[in-house]
Structure formats: structure tokens, C-alpha cells
């Protein structure tokens, strides 16, 4: 497979993919920097939300807000074609009502890290991956 | 203005004028902001009336803490706030997996028993299949996980599925050694007691804690309604082999049964020596009744090691022989050779004439004069091996019917030939019973009242009875075949047609020393459970079933957990000269080896043929061995061609945690994380985390003393050695549903068994668990199952009994006052206990905490047991000294209230964030199952055209899978991590400094 072209993100759900190429659709148009804005603004909602609901996952989104600036501010990652995927995933950690609701489930960041980490591996920086596991703990 | 606060149990509530004690809450709509609050009367109008309000009909007030009244205690020694304080702290249910074997049960708890509660509790809502061999004591396991479900508040509801002949050792053992009431209920006790209830009432909820047989309740489609509309705390399965299902699962009975049991209670046990038959989806069917979401796979085919793993503990003999010490003795093979007789002359030319039919039928192999049956093949030889009698009535039959079909039948030749050889032959004049006879001289036997107990199996009715008719004319022994009489007689006979009844009161009677019953003389009826040995380490095979199953489980019925003696085993065999039938023999010997080879191993017995089947194996050993000659039958796994139990097998073993290492792993959540809870699993030295001033046998005394005081007609309360002896006064009476009170109200919820009931209504209670051992052998010694003492466990419904009285006995916002002298003047101590409670009303935490008041140094936290210390509350004595109430009232007390609250919701917050892994883990498996069960179906749907009615059943199966995902979120989840907003605390002792 290594040596394959890839064309997608793989190993995520159909009804995930279909998710996260909408979210792309929609990101078409929007620059890194308004889509990581936006991803703080989420943030601080969920920070707020952690306050009464110790249920939400704050330190899965604060990991994953991290890596999104990590590739914002990385040179050149944004303006490759792939990142039309990227884009996409930013965009989806910024809706709260996804997969998983972000402010209900206590998984509710998981579909978010997923999909940010299939389009990490489909970019080749499995190192920026995220494993969710290691955010269980309060 | 205070918060509006969630009843919680524990919790003082005003409501219709009266001021109860809640005991339960429950959410009563899916919103789950209403509530069905249960309470128990606390004041004097409603004391003990139980009853059940909605929050959304009736307005309920907690009482306030903040507005506590200080009542000063003026008993001597300030008995009065000790006895509050420390029923108080007995009501408080247990948090936490540690569980406290502390009082728990008359036992000897063994590790891998502790082990298996471990397990329980740390699944937060208990789903297990306990799938320990035979006689290693489920019972006892599932009752000491009831023991801990009850004290954490999550068992007041109990429903015990059994077989028939089970239901009174099962009841007796728990009743007996963990104090906990099981009523047995049958279709005319349901009826009974349908008379008494009005009629729209469902009877599955007056009794609370209920063991029905699960013919009952599975046959009388009229209780499916009721059923449907009950929620229990736990059910318990015995023998849940019987509810996996046969091949069409939706029409058998008793598994859709299950599956309804299943999905209306919180916990679930399962118990079963055989969990499955070889094939995946009776195991896989047994899992998913545990938890849906299990196994992705609709049809429970498909499922991998990790799907099943931690919902089951699979053990053997040798995997806790270091554990089990003394209570696991070593059998004893009487060697084959020594119960070996050869044929008689007259037997030898039966055998010849056997041996002449086996070579004719197999040289006419195809011809359709010999198209006989197994029956002529190998089944009249083995009648033959048994008895005379049985062989002949068989093969007049096979006569008959053969006559009937064609007259000249060449087989007619044969039959005949065996039959006039046959017509001088009886028992008596055989060799196996000569046989038996010189056995029964080896271990002593003679029918006295001094013989030893000797448990005897035979295949068939016609040997059983011949048997007991030749046995009783030997040994001069009164004997009658009606059924009645069995349990009087001293050789008793029991079978497949003795009902039920009769069939429990031979068996209780051949365990209780004291009757006649000397020998018991059984088919195989008597090999699924029971247990005969109590009081027997005799057991003589009198013929041999050709299946390992049945001879594993024969043996196991005096080869269990708690047999003080070394079972002795016999297996009668006569050998023959025929050259023909020679071959048998060698067999025979390897069959009886094996057995015992599957004894001393670690497997099951089913995995030496992979049949899973008595009938099965038999007919492999005739077709395959016996017909066929080959002596290596035994060898080699029958099921060569059945991969399918091979990589059952395989799964099972992985997904069973073997040995300690693998149990910790489990415990700690099988991840890195530092684990929140203590990680020692010896819980011997762990401090108990209940909180206890006085121990249950003080408890009971000086409870029940200071009770009688203050009522008139309470007889006082004796202390005979180790013994308590408690006379019950009539309110305890009518609240135990003694047989002699003919209430119109059922008191559903304390009732004890009837069985149980003292003659002369003096309960006598000990809380030294050895005493309570020898009472239930001398109740087996005696009159059979229900001991006449029994344990003082805090959950004993008197010990539950005097708790409740002496909670009542401070008024609505009460609370004692009292002094010490090793506290310093004006230094206040505040005793609280609270909860912090989840949104369904579970207590999440509870806690037991005093608040200390300095002047100039403001109010400290302290634990209880530090804090009273302190005080020097265990010693401290009433000196009449008043101290100053009018100064402790109002803002101190709000104060102090407020300090608690703080320090309950800190620990609310702990709590729920010690929690937060587990419960990731566990709805990250969840999502893991959707997706998997989605797509899986999904591909199965894609294939079937859309009106098959597979496809139907599969789309079906995705909306309940849906359902069920809703469902767990709002019950699973609200139950026990979801922390409702506010804790609740109350005040329950003051005490003044005056240093």
C-alpha cells in the first residue's frame, strides 16, 4: 500500500468520510487562519462547557486544537493539494453537533481526533497523530 | 433559598404531612427530571409503611439540614446518640470494588471467590457468567456478590431463576449463610397470592426478593405482561445453560425469557458448568443476554476473543486446588481390577449369543432383511451389561415389533435364541449384583443405621428396580416403589418420573444425617446439580454409560467444594470370555480413564470428544469403538470434522483470565493509567471502608435492648455462648411475614422464607460464621436444609429491622447533642453523613465526616472515625452536663452544614473524574460495537433482496441497536457517572466541648 497514490483519507467509517468531505466542501473557501481561529473559539466554549459537565474530554480538544496550529504554522502543509482535507477536518472539529456531540458524550471529541488523524496519516505526519487512549484520564 | 435537591436514598423527606426515609429513587419518565421516590415511614403515622411517590404528583421537601433541632441526649453513656450515630452509619450504602468480607456470611471465603466479586463490582453493573466446573461453588460466589450488591443499595430487588430441584438448596444457602430472604414462589403461590393483591397489582412486585423455577415462569405466558412491566436489581440465572437457546432461539421459551429478564435489570449472573455445547452461538447467545453489545455479530457467530472477554470466569479444580485447601479433597479410583468379576456360565452364553448377533448384523451390512436398528446393533448389549431384566423387557419389545412387521425376520432367529436364554436369568444371579454385593461388604454396608451412605447409579429403570427389589429382599429392608415414601426408606430410588417434590425431600434426606436413608439408588436424573454430599463419599457406577458427560457429572455429585471426606469411586464390570466382545473391555477401562484424566486437567469434559452431547458420545463409542473395534475410539476427538468447537475452544481459553497476572490487569482496566483505586488486591489488609461503632453481635444485643425499653411487650433478649437468642415481638413478626400473622397487607419487601420460620418464633442468631457451619451440618444432621441459627450479617432483615426502629427514634430534624470533656470548651464537632448522588439517584459517593468548630480558628473537615476520637466518643459517659444549645443554633449549624456541602461536592467531583476512564473505555467498546454491527449488517442487508424476511429481521435488528445505544446512555450512564448537581447531607450528632 506504501507505495499506492493515495487519493482520500482512509480507514474512517463511510458515514464518517461522507461527513468530513462536506466539511471540506464547506472549508473550500476558507483560509487557515479563520479556520483556526474558529477552532479556538470552539475551544473556549468547551472549556466552558467543562466547568459544569466534567464529562466532556477538554484535554482531547485542547491535544487536538494544538496540532491544528502545529499545521497552520507548519511552512508549506497548507498550501499543498491534500490540505483541501485538512481544511476539511478543521472544520469538523469546530461543529459540535458531529458523530459524537462534543459537549455530550464523553467521547464527544474521539470522531473529532479520528478524522484529524486519518487526514494526518494521508498527509504522511503520523507523528502529529493522536491517540485517544492517552486523554481517558480527568 | 436553598436549591431544589433530588431526593437521594438516605435522605429525610417531608411529603403528605409525613416524614419518610428515602430508600430508592428511581427516574419515572425518560426525562429524567421526575422521579419515583421510594420511602419508608419514619414518623409515628406512617412507621414502616412503605410507599412510592412521583415527583411530578407530589411536592417533596427534604428536610433541611440547616434547621436541625439539638435534642440533648439524656440516656446514661449517651446510648441513645451511639445507637443513632451507628445506625445511622449502617444505612450508609457501600461504594467502591473492594468488597468487605468482612461479616459477610458464614464461608470460608477462598481467593479465587474474592476474585470473581472483585470482578463484579468492578464492572459497576455486575453481567457475569460464572462458568467455574462442576462443585466449585457458584452458590456461594453469587451469594456474596448479592451480599455486596445489597449493602451498596443496588439488590433490593432479586430474582433467582432455578431449576426445580434446586430451588430449596439454593434458597436454604443463602438464607443460611448470608441472611438473605429468597421467597420461592410456584404457579399456586403466584395464584395464592394474585387472591390477595388487588387485581390490577403485578405480583413479581410484592415480593422483592424472589427464586422461581424457570418451568414456572416460562411455561404461564400470563406472567409475560407482568414481567415486562418489573425492573429488578439483579437476576440470577442457575444453570443458564438451559436458557441458550436451541436451534430456533426465538421459539424456545426459556431463552426468550432471559432475554426479557435481561433487559430489565441492572445486574445479571449467570451460572453454568456447561457454557456451551460446541457450537459459537450458544456461548455467544449466553454473552450477549449478559450485554447486547458484546458481540456485533446479529446471529452471535462471529466473535473474536476480545468481543467476550471480562463477561465470563472460566475455572477448574486444578486451577484453585492451592486455594481450596481442605475443601477440595482428593478422590479415591478403587482400582478397576478389584471391582472386576468374571462372567458365569450362563452369562457367558448370552454374551456368545450377543456376540453371534453383532457378527451377523455386521456381515448382512446393506441387506434389507437386517435393516435394523442401534438398537439391535449394540443397544441390547449394553441393556445386557446392566441387568437381565432390563435387557429382556427390551428385547420382547424388539420381538413384538419385529413379528408385527415381517414373521420371518432372520433377526427373529437371534432375538429368540437371547430370549429363552434370558427367561432363567434374574439380577439376583448375576454377577454384577454378586458384585455389588461383596462391594457394599468392602465398604460396610449392610443397611443398618450404621452403614455408611452409599449413592448408586444406574442407567436404566428396569436394573433400578429390579435392583432395589433384590437389595431389599437380601438385606431384609422395607421397601415400597411409591414415590412418597422414598425420603422414609432406607434404600430410596429416584428417577426421571419422581416429581419434583418428592425428588427434593429424597435428596434433602439422603444429606441430613439423622434419617434413615442409607442408600439412594438413582438414574440419571440425579446428575445435574444436586448435591448429595454432605453426608455420602460412596458412590458405585452399577453399569457405565458410555459418555464422559454423564459420568463427570455423576461424580461430581459427591465430588464437590465442602466434601470433608475423600470420595471413593467404584465402577462395577464383569468381563467375559468372548473373544468377540473382549475388545469392549479395553474400551470401557479408557473411557474411566479418561474421566479422571479430565479430573486432574484444567478442561472441561466435553473437550475429549467435542460432542457436548451424552447421546451423542454414546452412539460415537457404540458406532465408532464398539462396532467398529477400534480400542483407540477415545483418542481422537470425535469432532475431527467440527472445526467450529476446536476454535471455540480456543477463543474461550483466550478470553478467560488465567492465573493472578491477568486478574490484576483486568482490575486496573488493563491500561498504564496510575488506577484511582488501591491496587492490593488482598483486601484482608485493607481497612474496611465501612465505618462500624459497634460489631454486628453488639449491634444486635444493645440495639434490641435499648428498643425493648421503650416498648412494653418486647421479650428480653438471651445470650447463650456464641448464640443470640431474639423472641420476635409482633411488629417484627408481621414485618417478617411470619406464617401465624394473617395480615391483609403483604409486607413484600422484609419478608423472610416461610421454610425458614422458627417454631416458636425465637430467631437465635450468632455472628461467629464457624458456630453458624456446624448449625447448618447439624441441620443436615438433623432436619434437613434450614439451619436454626443464622448469621448476623448487616444485611440480615432483623439486624435491617432494628437499624430502621432505631433511625426512628430522633424526630423529623432531630438530632442528639451531646458533651465531652476531652474536647475543649466552646469547640463544637458537627457528625455528617452525606452522598453525592447520580442524576438517577445511585449514590456516587457517600461519605461520613465531622466538621469542627473553633472559635477564632473556624471549621475544619475531619473523617468520622478521627473526629470521634478525638471526642473520646466510644468512652465518653453522660454527666448530665447541658452545655449551651441556644448558642450551637442557627447560623453555626448553617455554617457547618455549608462546610460539609463543599467538601462532598469536592468529593463528588473526585469521583466522578476516577471514573472518567472507565467510562471512555467502555463507551469507546460501544462505538466500536456500533460501527462494526452496522457495517456488518449493512453488507448482510445488501445482499438479500428487501422483503426477505432476513433483511426484515436485520433492519429490525438496527433500530433496537439504536435503541439500545439510547438506552444506555440515559440509564447506564445517568446511573453511575453522571453526578446529579447537589449532594445532600445530614446532621446527626453534635457534640460539645466543655474542657
Known amino acids: 500500500m506504501g507505495d499506492q497514490l493515495k487519493f482520500e483519507p482512509s480507514n474512517l467509517t463511510q458515514p464518517q468520510f461522507h461527513q468530513l468531505s462536506e466539511c471540506a466542501h464547506a472549508a473550500e473557501n476558507l483560509s487557515p487562519q479563520v479556520l483556526i481561529t474558529a477552532a479556538k473559539q470552539h475551544l473556549e466554549r468547551t472549556q466552558a462547557a467543562h466547568a459544569s459537565n466534567r464529562l466532556i474530554n477538554l484535554r482531547l480538544a485542547t491535544a487536538i486544537v494544538s496540532v491544528l496550529e502545529e499545521l497552520v504554522n507548519a511552512r508549506g502543509i497548507m498550501e499543498t493539494n491534500q490540505a483541501w482535507w485538512l481544511r476539511g477536518a478543521m472544520y469538523y472539529f469546530t461543529t459540535s453537533n458531529d458523530d459524537e456531540p462534543d459537549f455530550q458524550s464523553p467521547l464527544g471529541f474521539e470522531d473529532d481526533a479520528e478524522i484529524l488523524n486519518a487526514c494526518l496519516k494521508f498527509i504522511d505526519r503520523n507523528d502529529l497523530c493522536l491517540n485517544v487512549e492517552d486523554y481517558d484520564n480527568a | ?995
Open chain 2, 1 to 995: 433559598m436553598p436549591k431544589v435537591v433530588t431526593p437521594t436514598p438516605g435522605m429525610r423527606v417531608l411529603c403528605r404531612d409525613a416524614e419518610w426515609l428515602v430508600t430508592r429513587v428511581d427516574p419515572s419518565d425518560h426525562t429524567h427530571e421526575n422521579y419515583a421516590v421510594h420511602c419508608i415511614g419514619a414518623d409515628d403515622l406512617v412507621r414502616g409503611h412503605e410507599a412510592i411517590f412521583l415527583t411530578q404528583l407530589d411536592a417533596i421537601e427534604p428536610v433541611d439540614p440547616r434547621n436541625t433541632q439539638l435534642v440533648r441526649d439524656q440516656s446514661s453513656g449517651y446510648r441513645l446518640a451511639k445507637l443513632f450515630l451507628e445506625a445511622q452509619l449502617r444505612q450508609m450504602p457501600a461504594t467502591g470494588v473492594q468488597p468487605d468480607l468482612k461479616g459477610m456470611g458464614a464461608f470460608k471465603p477462598m481467593n479465587f471467590q474474592v476474585q470473581t466479586v472483585q470482578w463484579a463490582l468492578k464492572q459497576l453493573r455486575p453481567r457475569l457468567l460464572l462458568a467455574d466446573a462442576v462443585g466449585l461453588g457458584k452458590t456461594i460466589q453469587v451469594g456474596m456478590i448479592l451480599s455486596e450488591l445489597m449493602r451498596r443499595g443496588r439488590a433490593s430487588r432479586i430474582l433467582v431463576l432455578a431449576k426445580k430441584s434446586m430451588l430449596t438448596q439454593f434458597q436454604s444457602e443463602l438464607w443460611n449463610r448470608f441472611g438473605i430472604p429468597l421467597v420461592r414462589l410456584d404457579s399456586d403461590g403466584i395464584a395464592k397470592l394474585r387472591l390477595r393483591i388487588p387485581s390490577n397489582k403485578n405480583p413479581f412486585e410484592v415480593y422483592h426478593r424472589i427464586i422461581i423455577s424457570i418451568d414456572t415462569l416460562k411455561n404461564v405466558g400470563s406472567y409475560r405482561h407482568f414481567l415486562e412491566n418489573t425492573r429488578w436489581d439483579c437476576v440470577v440465572i442457575d444453570e443458564a445453560h438451559n436458557v441458550a437457546g436451541a436451534s430456533v432461539p426465538e421459539r424456545h421459551l426459556a431463552y426468550r425469557l432471559a432475554r426479557l429478564l435481561s433487559r430489565r435489570t441492572d445486574s445479571m449472573l449467570l451460572t453454568t458448568a456447561t457454557p456451551h455445547n460446541g457450537k459459537r452461538e450458544t456461548f455467544g447467545r449466553l454473552i450477549s443476554l449478559l450485554d447486547p453489545s458484546a458481540i456485533p455479530d446479529p446471529d452471535f457467530k462471529e466473535y473474536s476473543a476480545e468481543d467476550i472477554k471480562g463477561f465470563f470466569l472460566m475455572r477448574f479444580k486444578e486451577d484453585v486446588r492451592e486455594d481450596a485447601g481442605e475443601n477440595l479433597t482428593d478422590r479415591m479410583l478403587v482400582p478397576i481390577e478389584q471391582t472386576t468379576v468374571p462372567a458365569s456360565e450362563d452369562e457367558e452364553k448370552v454374551y456368545a449369543a450377543l456376540s453371534e448377533l453383532r457378527e451377523e448384523t455386521k456381515r448382512n451390512k446393506g441387506n434389507e432383511d437386517w435393516k435394523n436398528n442401534v438398537l439391535v446393533q449394540y443397544g441390547i448389549y449394553k441393556q445386557f451389561l446392566s441387568s437381565p431384566e432390563s435387557c429382556r423387557k427390551t428385547l420382547r419389545k424388539r420381538i413384538v415389533a419385529v413379528q408385527k412387521h415381517s414373521s420371518t425376520s432372520p433377526e427373529l432367529l437371534f432375538l429368540d435364541g437371547i430370549d429363552s436364554l434370558l427367561s432363567s436369568m434374574s439380577i439376583r444371579e448375576s454377577s454384577r449384583y454378586k458384585l455389588l454385593k461383596a462391594q457394599l461388604d468392602e465398604i460396610g454396608w449392610n443397611g443398618s443405621p450404621a452403614s455408611p451412605r452409599v449413592l448408586v447409579f444406574t442407567e436404566y429403570r428396569e436394573t433400578q428396580d429390579a435392583l432395589a427389589e433384590a437389595l431389599s429382599n437380601d438385606y431384609k429392608l422395607n421397601y415400597s416403589s411409591k414415590f412418597e415414601q422414598q425420603p422414609k426408606q432406607v434404600l430410596a430410588t429416584i428417577n426421571g418420573s419422581c416429581p419434583d417434590i418428592c425428588l427434593m425431600d429424597t435428596v434433602e434426606a439422603f444429606g441430613t444425617a439423622s434419617s434413615e436413608l442409607r442408600m439412594l439408588l438413582a438414574t440419571d436424573v440425579a446428575s445435574e446439580g444436586v448435591n448429595l454430599h454432605h453426608q455420602c463419599h460412596n458412590i458405585i457406577h452399577y453399569d457405565l454409560p458410555w459418555s464422559i458427560i454423564t459420568l463427570i457429572q455423576r461424580n461430581g455429585r459427591i465430588d464437590r467444594f465442602g466434601q470433608l471426606q475423600n470420595p471413593v469411586l467404584r465402577y462395577l464390570r464383569v468381563s467375559t470370555r468372548d473373544g468377540m466382545l473382549k475388545g469392549d473391555e479395553s474400551i470401557f477401562e479408557r473411557l474411566i480413564e479418561k474421566v479422571e484424566e479430565i479430573n486432574r486437567s484444567t478442561r472441561q469434559g466435553e473437550t475429549v470428544l467435542k460432542l457436548y452431547d451424552p447421546e451423542a458420545e454414546e452412539r460415537y463409542i457404540a458406532q465408532k469403538g464398539i462396532l467398529h473395534g477400534d480400542s483407540e475410539v477415545l483418542e481422537k476427538a470425535a469432532a475431527q470434522s467440527s472445526p467450529e468447537a476446536n476454535e471455540l475452544e480456543t477463543i474461550l481459553s483466550q478470553a478467560n483470565p488465567s492465573g493472578q497476572e491477568d486478574f490484576l490487569k483486568f482490575l486496573l482496566g488493563e491500561t498504564d493509567e496510575a488506577p484511582s483505586q488501591s491496587t492490593t488486591l488482598d483486601s484482608a489488609d485493607k481497612v474496611s471502608s465501612r465505618l462500624r461503632l459497634y460489631d454486628d453481635r453488639r449491634f444486635l444485643i444493645e440495639g434490641y435492648r435499648y428498643l425493648a425499653e421503650l416498648s412494653q411487650n418486647y421479650s428480653a433478649i438471651e445470650e447463650n455462648g456464641k448464640v443470640i437468642l431474639l423472641s420476635a415481638p409482633k411488629d417484627l413478626c408481621r414485618r417478617l411475614g411470619a406464617p401465624s400473622e394473617s395480615n391483609d397487607v403483604v409486607f413484600g419487601a422484609t419478608a423472610i422464607p416461610s421454610e425458614a420460620w422458627p417454631q416458636d418464633n425465637q430467631f437465635r442468631l450468632s455472628d461467629d460464621s464457624d458456630r453458624i457451619e456446624l448449625a447448618i451440618r447439624a441441620a443436615r444432621n438433623t432436619s434437613g436444609h434450614w439451619s436454626r441459627e443464622l448469621m448476623a450479617t448487616d444485611q440480615q432483615p432483623i439486624l435491617k429491622w432494628i437499624t430502621e426502629r432505631l433511625l426512628m427514634l430522633m424526630k423529623r430534624g432531630e438530632c442528639p447533642h451531646i458533651t465531652s470533656r476531652k474536647l475543649e470548651k466552646g469547640e463544637l464537632c458537627f457528625c455528617f453523613i452525606g452522598q453525592f448522588s447520580s442524576r438517577a439517584g445511585a449514590p456516587l459517593a457517600v461519605d461520613a465526616h465531622a466538621i469542627s468548630f473553633r472559635k477564632g480558628g473556624g471549621f475544619q473537615h475531619r473523617p468520622l472515625r478521627e473526629a470521634l476520637d478525638r471526642a473520646g466518643f466510644d468512652s465518653l459517659v453522660n454527666e448530665g452536663k447541658v452545655g449551651d444549645l441556644d448558642a450551637i443554633r442557627g447560623p453555626l449549624i448553617a455554617s457547618a452544614v455549608e462546610a460539609s456541602l463543599d467538601y462532598l461536592r469536592k468529593l463528588g467531583h473526585q469521583h466522578v473524574e476516577s471514573l472518567l476512564p472507565l467510562l471512555r473505555r467502555e463507551n469507546r467498546r460501544l462505538r466500536n460495537w456500533k460501527n462494526r454491527r452496522e457495517e456488518l449488517l449493512a453488507s448482510r442487508i445488501e445482499k438479500l433482496s428487501p422483503n426477505h424476511p432476513k433483511a426484515k429481521m436485520y433492519r429490525k435488528d438496527l433500530e433496537e441497536m439504536d435503541a439500545y445505544i439510547r438506552d444506555r446512555e440515559e440509564n447506564w450512564q445517568d446511573t453511575y457517572f453522571t453526578a446529579s448537581t447537589e449532594p445532600s447531607t445530614q446532621l446527626v450528632l453534635v457534640i460539645e466541648g466543655l474542657n
